[in-house]
């Protein structure tokens, strides 16, 4: 199972947004809701930021959104703030009865 | 407060074998699906293993069939992960993630695994 494919980096200034797109395959993102997406400040846990494609976790900002089209996923953050500055993942659940991951997106507030 | 605390990582020789923990609290962990994931620095997270709520269920990754083993105690509130066959390839930081919903909720901090002679 190959991961799925994010850009290396994103970044925007306070208050701008930036989208990440997370691309799959009809056997993954292409065939299930069950797409998520996670952020990840080095050194500390992963957190849940998007479920089900577009849902947010109780405690998560209005501001991370999610959505998908075909085999491709995106986040959207909106309104940067300096501690949106992390890594992000998303995340699939899969055909072969497994779960795959995306090779990662920095994202910078500049 | 929800904590998963991960221990047992340390310098194993390839061909060898190691055993991970992961402490739950603040959680109802015999009802959370629970998840061992990897990751190797600059790369991004690769699922390894999954075990239902009562442990009658696994499913592996690939690259670890057959040579890990996932298992748990709920009376412990504690998930495991047997290493064996260790390859240069699986060095990386171990985490665990707890599941409620079909996703990864809450997470570990992670622990290190580094094989090589």
């Known amino acids: 199972q190959s991961a799925l494919t994010q850009p290396p980096s994103a970044s925007g200034s306070p208050g701008q947004s930036v989208t990440i797109s997370c691309t799959g395959t009809?056997?993954?993102?292409?065939?299930?809701?069950?797409v998520s997406w996670y952020q990840h400040h080095p050194g500390k846990a992963p957190r849940l930021m998007i479920y089900?494609?577009?849902r947010r976790p109780s405690g998560v900002p209005g501001r991370f959104s999610g959505s998908k089209s075909g085999n491709t996923a995106s986040l959207t953050v909106s309104g940067l703030q300096a501690e949106d500055e992390a890594d992000y993942y998303c995340?699939?659940?899969?055909?072969?009865?497994?779960?795959?991951f995306g090779t990662g997106t920095k994202v910078t507030v500049l | 407060e929800v904590q998963l605390v991960e221990s047992g990582g340390g310098l194993v020789q390839p061909g060898g074998s190691i055993r991970l923990s992961c402490a739950a609290s603040?959680?109802?962990?015999?009802?959370?699906?629970m998840h061992w994931v990897r990751q190797t620095p600059g790369k991004g997270p690769v699922w390894v293993a999954r075990?239902?709520?009562?442990?009658?269920?696994?499913s592996y990754g690939d690259s670890v069939k057959g040579r890990f083993t996932i298992s748990r105690d709920n009376a412990k509130s504690t998930l495991y992960l047997l290493m064996n066959s260790l390859r240069a390839e699986d060095t990386a930081v171990y985490y665990c993630?707890?599941?409620?919903?079909?996703?990864?909720?809450?997470w570990g901090q992670g622990t290190l695994v580094s094989v090589s002679s």
């Open positions: 995340n699939s659940y899969t055909d072969s009865n497994t779960y795959v």
């Open positions: 075990i239902n709520p009562d442990g009658t269920y696994t």
């Open positions: 993630s707890g599941d409620m919903t079909g996703y990864h909720d809450c």
């Open positions: 603040g959680i109802p962990f015999s009802s959370y699906w």
């Open positions: 009809s056997s993954d993102i292409g065939a299930y809701h069950y």
């Open positions: 089900e494609i577009f």
